[in-house]
């Protein structure tokens, strides 16, 4: 299952980047998010892991993740490497007068097949979808503050 | 799910083994081929040997969409403050548990441990040995459940497995519904001695919502023994509900159809009952305490519901 959304930010996209790629930000702006620990001593980066859970029906699912693509102000990606199937994707990319688009790429797959995977996709897809709208609103909100914030100083 | 005085895995094959006997061979001489009673014997046998091994967890990941559906579609399933389980190393979680041979407790908290910790993470449930011979057996054993015995929690433990009690049994899943928010372990203390023996903490699980999914009437003590099936089947209850499909359901042996409760499941936090209660604690104390505690917990939770099912 693909789960695609996208945003516009009024706000450089070294400051987007800044933003998704610091760790301790994702328990903030990701709705939904009850467990984010950096697994490991690499904080950021390529090569980083991350324990994570969402709330999506009557469980937390998630497990532990890993940076698998890392272009600096551009895309990062992520696959899991315990938990449930899931690759991610952040890109970024400049649309000119300051302002960036982003977009969120988010696949996961149950494990086992057969009609009770395939259900589960299809009704986690309504809740996920939700928590990634919202996330992406947090997300545009804060880094806009932010900007704010920089253009002030 | 319960705890039982139930024969183990070892008890059987320490018997057989003074019998002169092999598990697996025919024991009364000469027959090439075992007896029919003999195979069934055997069969039963191995269903209730409670081999940590049959723990399959790739089978539990493959098995969890049907799980997780039917715990949040059907039961609504909410699961509070999983953090507070310590992270690794051995834990014997005590819970309350409803809704007669359906508990949908158990699927909801075996769903939220496997899901919040990974199916990586050894966890067993204790269950009642009719469990384990029911056609589900089969199915529960890859899942980690096992048959509830001291020994074969130890066992777990000592693996540095998480371990899931539900000491009230067959008792308390059958409590009528007029006691629905109420913690009964019928006085069983076997948890207690299991924690101090293993050294591990306990972490009391307090659930609300099971005892709405039918209507709970009695255990059936008298019942049982007007039919006399104390004496003839070493039964000494037999439970009555209303549930569908059978409108009255007398032993509830084939299970029934449960209401779409809402289930809500609070993790509390981790008791050390050495640290707590000293050297040589006082078992009766430990049994009043915690189940004290837990049934604050329980009053609280049923004291956020406002209607029965709905939650």
């Not at chain 2, 809704?99 to 919040?116: E, K, M, R, S």
């Not at chain 2, 067993?124 to 980690?144: C, D, M």
């Not at chain 2, 001291?150 to 540095?160: I, P």
């Amino acid at each position: 299952m693909r789960i695609e959304q996208k945003v516009t930010v009024d706000a450089p996209r070294r400051l987007v980047w800044e933003y998704v790629t610091e760790p301790a930000n994702y328990p903030v702006f990701i709705d939904g998010l009850t467990r984010w620990d950096v697994a490991g001593d690499r904080h950021k980066g390529l090569g980083a892991r991350y324990r994570m859970l969402i709330r999506v029906g009557a469980a937390d699912v998630g497990g532990l993740i890993e940076i698998v693509e890392w272009q600096p102000e551009g895309d990062m990606a992520w696959s899991s490497v315990t938990g449930v199937d899931q690759r991610g994707r952040w890109r970024l990319r400049e649309l000119g007068d300051g302002r960036t688009r982003v977009t969120f790429r988010f696949a996961y797959g149950v494990a086992g097949g057969g009609f009770p995977a395939l259900i589960a996709e299809r009704v986690a897809a309504v809740s996920l979808n939700r928590r990634f709208r919202l996330s992406l609103i947090n997300l545009k909100r804060a880094v806009e503050e932010r900007g704010t914030e920089v253009a002030t100083a | 799910m319960a705890e039982s005085g139930a024969s183990t895995a070892t008890d059987e094959r320490q018997r057989q083994s003074q019998n002169g006997g092999d598990p697996g061979s025919p024991r009364d001489g000469g027959s090439e081929r075992p007896s029919l009673l003999r195979r069934f014997v055997d069969e039963l046998q191995s269903r209730l040997t409670a081999d940590l091994d049959d723990r399959d967890p790739d089978y539990i990941r493959e098995n969890l969409s049907l799980t997780w559906l039917v715990a949040s579609i059907w039961f609504r399933g909410e699961v509070r403050n999983m953090e507070r389980i310590p992270e690794e190393g051995p834990v014997l979680l005590v819970g309350n548990h409803s809704g007669g041979n359906i508990t949908p407790d158990t699927i909801v908290f075996t769903l939220a441990f496997n899901t919040y910790f990974g199916v990586e993470r050894p966890f067993y449930q204790l269950a009642h040995n009719l469990v384990l011979t029911s056609p589900v057996g089969p199915f529960l054993r890859k899942f980690g459940t096992v048959a509830a015995s001291h020994e074969n929690a130890r066992k777990a433990l000592d693996c540095d497995a998480a371990v899931l009690v539900y000491p009230g049994g067959d008792w308390e899943v059958n409590r009528p519904s007029w006691e629905a928010n109420k913690i009964d372990f019928a006085g069983r203390k076997g948890f207690i001695k299991l924690a101090l023996d293993a050294g591990v903490p306990i972490v009391p699980i307090v659930s609300v919502g099971g005892q709405e999914t039918a209507i709970f009437l009695t255990h059936g003590e008298r019942l049982a023994k007007t039919l006399r099936l104390d004496r003839l089947l070493r039964l000494k209850t037999l439970p009555v509900n209303l549930s569908l499909p059978w409108i009255v359901n007398v032993g509830d042996f084939l299970g029934h159809l449960p209401l779409p409760a809402k289930i809500t499941v609070q993790v509390m936090e981790p008791i050390d009952l050495r640290e707590r209660y000293g050297p040589a604690p006082d078992t009766q104390r430990i049994y009043e305490d915690v189940t004290g505690l837990m049934q604050d917990e329980l009053d609280e939770l049923a004291a956020e519901r406002r209607l029965p099912v709905v939650g």
